[in-house]
């Protein structure tokens, strides 16, 4: 399950990333079945698109006057699948799965002809089962992992199962008859390969290694018992390929391959390129490419794109090899190229405009319009004005034309500028080839692009600063504004520096709670407003008093913090102390009082 | 409308079945427990909320000076949260833009006076109105800004609804609740409630309409 898991998910970033490229190849017979959440599916396109392979099914099963195909998109389908007769072919075997739970195919009608083949069948308790199927149908080039029963035949007169991996299963084949079996691999299959109650003769030209149980005494001559020796069976995403020296290549009938990617009828897309990385010689700019060998044997080489856009097209020119794509023919050794005469210069970028700024709480929202040529933006800020002299250390370098500066401190005002950098980058990616020939990825002969990787060359431009901004933090508000919009605290304003300092909010809120709500600390704020603003002017005008000012408000502030901020039960608690306090002293004068008059009151 | 009236008018006459049922003592109390919608009456909540109402929760106690007269008191809780607005100083003129999200917290105490139109016990739907003093305690905090803003503001409220009694669609459950609760009535009700409350200091509005719907115990 773990190996299914880490399948889908890998398969599901190839097709995020192949899904703006994949190009069109069906047939005017074809009906298409994709699910991919990026694909226009459509049934009223031609050829038809529907998202479930049942759905694809359906349709070919309804049409009439057309014989029509299902041809199955990469993608991982969970579906329990009836045939209805019709041929359906994956277009990529491993990347186009069938998982979840029960029977995954049933072709178990006596009319099911046709053909099922280039899917990966996983998970399930039954793969494909042709129970009372007499029709002529084939099961060819799929793979089957983690089955209970990969195939299950009963009365199934006229099925052929060919060019098959059966791999880490239960029972690979489950037959009552003797059927014909050939081209297959059976690897690792936990209860046998073949279960039959038959007299064999028809299984032939088959690999069988590593299994349970065989299950059948086969003729030897062309049977064999070899490890076929994949590319990578046991991965988390298995690949089914055959390496060079598998004794499984040309060993089958007709002197075909066996397994899945044998015979007339197997897909032609190796499989993607990994590893992909590059690296720079700042001496000479030459960028080295290294990726993880294909060792396929069918591999004959790799394809090297690259180009100046991140995801294409890579169009690039300038390398000493030629322009994009380079082929590489020496085998599947070949895990590394070196780009050189890639050139560095770089013409300095624009300036960036509409530099524009919005305030949040301790934190400044910042936009402004792209610069021609820029790759990334520094961004500088300050709380002194700056130009391009006198750029300030704080700064970061970005990617997109927006950025939020965070650690902020409210009211205070900071001068923001910008300024565009220009870097020569090459982005590059890898394809694997099975000929010379095709030259589209992903159609045939050649893998899709690998991931890719890119590198600057050269030494950055930095453009000119933009129209330096000037704004400040301040804290958001809530709707509606139930914090009082009342008089400021003027002279607490002054001192602190804003309207939103801390200890100006504290006050605020303890003049709300506690003096507004009773007519002696109304009457109060009403003298304080009276004559606070004469005070708090006198304090703006001599800013050299505000530190003394804000000392002597402390106690204030501290009083209405513990007022506001603490819960009942400690301000009840402390306020029992004080209590206590006054009573423990007021005891103790009445006792001094009662000592003096000599005990008569 | 007239039909509507009329079927108004025939509910609230006792069924035949139970105008031969007397009860030989009245209820005193009754105990509302209700839920619903409260629409707030400023214009902009919708624009900071994402809809215009918030659900509220009730619980009222009311004495029955009459069988047709009652005053009682009630606590409920209303809760909405959205989102701030960034500070005044960068935005135009009606052009305050989201930022943040905001909780806002109201809870209604209402101490009221309701009247019943009732006439006899077994009436099958009760109307009523009713009217009182409101207080509007209101908690509104600013996610990761610290500090709660606290307060009150006093108003008035008036609703009023229609009860249904449900003691007909089971006799015996009805006869249950009483002798095991006491409860000699249930209701099931449904009012519209409409609140001002204004913090007058600020001139925000905190009423808002109402519609409930509950249970009603009369024991």
């Known amino acids: ?601 | 409308m007239k039909k509507i009236l009329l079927l108004l008018l025939t509910l609230a006459v006792p069924a035949a079945s139970y105008a031969e049922e007397q009860l030989l003592t009245l209820p005193s109390w009754s105990l509302e427990l209700k839920g619903g919608t409260f629409a707030p009456a400023l214009d902009n909540w919708a624009q900071y909320y994402g809809r215009k109402d918030m659900p509220e929760y009730a619980v009222t106690l009311a004495y029955k000076v009459l069988r047709q007269l009652e005053f009682g008191v009630g606590v409920g809780a209303a809760r909405d949260r959205g989102q701030a607005y960034a500070p005044l100083h960068s935005a135009a003129a009606g052009q305050a833009y989201l930022a943040g999200s905001v909780s806002t917290k109201l809870y209604p105490l209402n101490v009221f006076v309701l009247a019943r139109g009732i006439i006899s016990e077994n009436q099958w739907v009760v109307p009523y109105i009713g009217a009182g003093w409101t207080r509007m305690y209101y908690r509104q905090t600013v996610d990761e800004q610290g500090g709660e803003v606290r307060g009150s503001a006093d108003g008035y409220h008036v609703r009023g609804g229609l009860q249904l009694c449900l003691d007909g669609l089971d006799e015996s459950a009805a006869n249950n609740m009483y002798t095991d609760y006491e409860v000699y009535h249930t209701y099931l009700f449904i009012e519209v409630e409409k609140t001002q409350a204004k913090v007058k200091s600020l001139s925000v509005e905190l009423g808002g309409t109402a519609y409930l719907t509950g249970l009603l115990f009369e024991f």
Request: hydrophobic share 40%; glycine share 8%.
């Open chain 1, 1 to 601: 399950m773990k190996s299914i898991s880490s399948m889908l998910l890998v398969l599901t970033a190839a097709l995020i990333l192949q899904s703006a490229i994949a190009p069109s190849t069906a047939r005017a017979d074809e009906i298409i079945a994709n699910n991919s959440s990026t694909a226009s599916c459509s049934s009223s396109t031609t050829p038809p698109c529907y998202t479930t392979i049942q759905a694809a099914i359906d349709a070919a099963s309804a049409a009439t006057g057309t014989t029509y195909t299902v041809r199955v998109e990469p993608g991982a389908y969970q579906e329990n699948i009836t045939l209805k007769g019709i041929t359906v072919r994956g277009r990529e075997t491993a990347r186009t799965i069938v998982f979840g739970s029960g029977t995954l195919v049933t072709a178990g009608t006596s009319s099911s002809a046709g053909s099922i083949s280039n899917l990966t069948f996983a998970n399930a308790s039954i793969g494909i089962d042709a129970t009372n199927n007499t029709a002529s149908f084939e099961i060819k080039n799929n793979i089957f992992m983690g089955l209970a029963t990969a195939v299950k035949l009963q009365g199934s007169s006229n099925t052929t199962i060919s060019n098959n991996v059966f791999y880490a299963n239960g029972t690979a084949i489950s037959t009552d008859e003797d059927r014909v079996i050939k081209n297959n691999i059976f690897l690792s299959n936990t209860t046998m390969a073949i279960s039959t109650i038959a007299t064999v003769a028809n299984i032939t030209y088959n690999d069988f290694f590593s299994n349970a149980a065989d299950g059948v005494v086969w003729e030897t001559t062309t049977n064999i018992a070899d490890d076929p020796s994949f590319v990578a069976a046991a991965a988390a995403t298995p690949d089914f390929h055959l390496q060079s020296g598998s004794p499984c290549i040309n060993t089958g009938s007709g002197a075909v391959d066996l397994g899945a990617y044998g015979g007339p009828d197997t897909d032609t897309i190796p499989f993607m390129v990994s590893g992909v990385t590059t690296s720079l010689d700042t001496t000479t700019n030459d960028v080295t490419v290294s990726w993880t060998a294909n060792p396929d044997y069918k591999v004959i080489g790799y394809r090297v794109y690259y180009g100046k856009t991140s995801g294409g097209p890579y169009d690039g020119t300038g390398a000493v090899d030629g322009s994009s794509p380079i082929s590489l023919t020496t085998g599947t050794a070949d895990s590394t190229y070196v780009l050189s005469g890639l050139t560095s210069t770089v013409s300095a970028p624009g300036t960036p405009t509409d530099l524009q700024s919005s305030p949040l709480n301790e934190s400044l929202d910042l936009s402004w319009s792209p610069a021609e040529g820029a790759t990334s933006y520094m961004v500088y800020w300050s709380t002194s004005s700056f130009d391009i002299s006198s750029l300030p250390t704080d700064s970061t370098e970005v990617d997109q034309t927006s950025q939020r500066l965070t650690g902020l401190t409210n009211g205070t005002p900071y001068y923001i500028g910008v300024a565009a950098v220009a870097e020569a980058s090459y982005y590059v990616a890898v394809t694997a080839i099975y000929a010379t020939s095709d030259t589209d990825p992903g159609v045939s002969n050649e893998s899709w692009y690998s991931s890719e990787a890119t590198t600057g060359i050269g030494g950055s431009m930095t453009g000119a600063l933009s129209a330096v901004i000037t704004d400040y933090p301040e804290a958001l508000v809530a709707y509606p504004n139930l914090e009082s919009k009342g008089p400021r605290c003027f002279i607490a304003t002054a001192a602190f520096g804003y309207y939103s300092a801390p200890e100006v909010r504290a006050l605020r809120e303890f003049r709300d709670r506690y003096l507004l709500t009773n007519s002696a600390g109304a009457a109060f704020v009403r003298w304080y407003y009276g004559h606070g603003p004469v005070a708090a002017a006198y304090i703006d005008a001599h800013p050299a008093y505000k530190p003394v000012v804000r000392a002597a408000l402390m106690p204030a502030v501290g009083i209405a913090l513990f007022m506001t901020k603490t819960p009942f039960f400690i301000r009840a608690v402390v306020a029992l102390f004080f209590l206590m306090i006054a009573l423990m002293i007021a005891h103790h004068l009445f006792r001094k009082k009662l000592s003096g008059s000599g005990g008569a009151l």
